[in-house]
């Protein structure tokens, strides 16, 4: 039998610890307690992933890893930690496994840190492409209204070729500071 979880609570050496029960023939023989504390490196990393928008997914059978926990461990919205059920595990290994084709992968020296730069960094040239490819449009789109609008108004003379060169040279050069990976 368990002991009340009151009455271990009390007996915990600070809030923070959690019991860990040992039992023997369905009895529990021994209470042990302990913290368990992220690496500073590591919490560091999982807020800026967290931050960019990174939800950490752990496969695990153990009922002592939670969400709630982990996010209060390393300081993240729960919302930013899944944990795979025990029945998804078998289409997780499907789906994790080697494969000689497709995506590429993210080089990094085996550090938790480095993997963790390799997302947010990979984030990050997503995000730039994203604001190059809407200032492409944008000049694209604006360029559309003024030749309509320059033919409408009888003005379409005034569209040499080195206007139009020059309008998209100007957005152009526009894509092309916006696509830049901002330095973080």
Aim: with cysteine; proline share 6%; aromatic share 10%.
């Amino acid at each position: 039998t368990v002991p009340d979880a009151k009455k271990v609570r009390k007996l915990a050496p600070n809030k923070n610890c959690e019991p860990l029960y040992f039992a023997e023939n369905d009895e529990v023989i021994v209470v042990f307690y302990f913290n368990i504390l992220p690496n500073p490196l590591t919490k560091f990393f999982i807020q800026s992933l967290a931050q960019n928008g990174v939800t950490m997914v752990i496969r695990t059978t153990d009922a002592f890893v939670t969400a709630g926990k982990l996010g209060e461990m390393f300081d993240i919205p729960p919302e930013n930690v899944r944990i795979l059920p025990q029945d998804f595990h078998v289409i997780y290994e499907k789906a994790a496994k080697y494969s000689p084709t497709g995506s590429c992968d993210i080089v990094c020296d085996g550090s938790f840190s480095s993997f963790a730069n390799g997302i947010i960094g990979a984030k990050a040239v997503v995000n730039s492409i994203h604001s190059a490819r809407y200032a492409i449009i944008a000049g694209l789109i604006f360029g559309c209204i003024g030749v309509l609008s320059a033919s409408v108004l009888g003005s379409a003379i005034m569209l040499s070729p080195t206007l139009i060169v020059g309008w998209n040279l100007a957005f152009l050069m526009l894509a092309n500071l916006l696509g830049k990976p901002k330095n973080e």
